[in-house]
Every structure is written in structure tokens, then in C-alpha cells.
T-cell receptor, first 113, second 116 residues
Framework: GESVGLHLPTLSVQEGDNSIINCAYS??????FIWYKQESGKGPQFIID?????DKRQGQRVTVLLNKTVKHLSLQIAATQPGDSAVYFC????????????FGSGTRLLVRP | DTAVSQTPKYLVTQMGNDKSIKCEQN?????MYWYKQDSKKFLKIMFS???????INETVPNRFSPKSPDKAHLNLHINSLELGDSAVYFC???????????????FGQGTRLTVV
């Protein structure tokens, strides 16, 4: 069956440090990946996306790395801030099924002051 | 100006009741979704609609009936509510740009449904 991500782990980092959140996917046909941030009581919020023809994409303080060989995705957050505390989800989409975004189980990021 | 809005935000109801959750998006998107998030934060797609047509129904019990009166609205009606239906339900929308052009989905704030 299809599966994305790991059981919900918690990553605790010191404010100002860099954070790396990992995600594994099993569907090799997936060609579009998204990272979402979900704060308490809110809906998932788009952070950054990457298509399978790329292996790296940078945004503001965030970088997504895609390793198709091992079906692994990571989100790097530079200079982590308290406002970054949230649950982070990776999601995958297949080119031939645009209408179905499959989510991983999420990682909780806690930023220590 | 909320992009994807759903109402109500909280819903507490008794087993056996029928309830509806409404969703509207003002992004001009042509694809809308319902997701269910369980107590472990796992997000699972329930339905997706493209141009008011049902595209995906992920083996959801037929007590759940989505209705899309137009491209900007996707409502979810639930009959005979059960305890296991308690969850947070998210509406989302995205723009279909055709094959090979997936785009991100924008989510509403969620409706926390509690069945007692």
C-alpha cells in the first residue's frame, strides 16, 4: 500500500539552531511533494513544494531536499524561531492523480527558548 | 479575506444525529477536498471534487455525502453520526492546471466534530 512519513515523532531544538525534519515515501510514482506546517487549532499551511525533476529547492529560511533514489524528503529550517513550533507534514502527489494529496503522519517541532 | 472558510469551527452533537459542515473558497480554484484528521494528527483524504464532479471517494461510509452546488462550495453532510466520526474535518482547494501540473492545496481552519 501507499505510505508517506513516519509515526509522529517530536523534534526539540534550541532557538537559533537549524532544524531538519525527515520524511520517507514509498510510492516511486510520486512526482510532486509539499511540506505543510500545522499550528495548534489551525489548518495545514503550505511551506514549500518540490517537483521530482529537482533535488533541492530553497525558500525563505527553508530548504527542501528530495532524494528519489531512497525515496526520502527533508525540510531544513534555518535559525529556528519559537514561531516555527508546529506539526510538520510532508505530502505527496502523483502526476496522474492530481486530486489526491497523500499526507505523512507528521513531526512535531518544539523550539526551546 | 479568508481563502478557504468552513463553518462551524466546533460541532458537538449526539450519536444518531445528522449534521452538515459548509465550505467555501474564494480563490477561484476548481478542485475542492474534504480531509479527516484523527486524534493522532493523521490526515486522510475523504473526497475530492473537480468542477463540481466527484473525482475521489476514499471508501468513506455512505453516511457521508458531499455536495458541491458550485465550484466555490463543497459541503459535507453526515447522517446517523457515530462516536468514531469524532475528528477534525478540513476542507481544502487547489487549482487544477491539467496533467503534469499539480499545485498545492489550501486548507480551511477545520471543524472539530465531537460526537457524544
Amino acid at each position: 500500500g501507499e505510505s508517506v512519513g513516519l509515526h509522529l515523532p517530536t523534534l526539540s531544538v534550541q532557538e537559533g539552531d537549524n532544524s531538519i525534519i525527515n520524511c520517507a515515501y514509498s510510492n516511486s510514482a510520486s512526482d510532486y511533494f509539499i511540506w505543510y506546517k500545522q499550528e495548534s487549532g489551525k489548518g495545514p499551511q503550505f511551506i514549500i513544494d518540490i517537483r521530482s525533476n529537482m533535488d533541492k529547492r530553497q525558500g525563505q529560511r527553508v530548504t527542501v531536499l528530495l532524494n528519489k533514489t531512497v525515496k526520502h524528503l527533508s525540510l531544513q529550517i534555518a535559525a529556528t524561531q519559537p514561531g516555527d513550533s508546529a506539526v510538520y507534514f510532508c505530502a505527496e502527489n502523483r502526476m496522474d492523480s492530481s486530486y489526491k494529496l497523500i499526507f505523512g503522519s507528521g513531526t512535531r517541532l518544539l523550539v526551546r527558548p | 479575506d479568508t481563502a478557504v472558510s468552513q463553518t462551524p469551527k466546533y460541532l458537538v452533537t449526539q450519536m444518531g444525529n445528522d449534521k452538515s459542515i459548509k465550505c467555501e473558497q474564494n480563490l477561484g480554484h476548481d478542485t475542492m477536498y474534504w480531509y479527516k484528521q484523527d486524534s493522532k494528527k493523521f490526515l486522510k483524504i475523504m473526497f475530492s471534487y473537480n468542477n463540481k464532479e466527484l473525482i475521489i471517494n476514499e471508501t468513506v461510509p455512505n453516511r457521508f455525502s458531499p455536495k458541491s452546488p458550485d465550484k466555490a462550495h463543497l459541503n459535507l453532510h453526515i447522517n446517523s453520526l457515530e462516536l468514531g466520526d469524532s475528528a477534525v474535518y478540513f476542507c481544502a482547494s487547489s487549482q487544477d492546471r491539467g496533467r503534469n501540473m499539480n499545485t498545492e492545496a489550501f486548507f480551511g481552519q477545520g471543524t472539530r466534530l465531537t460526537v457524544v
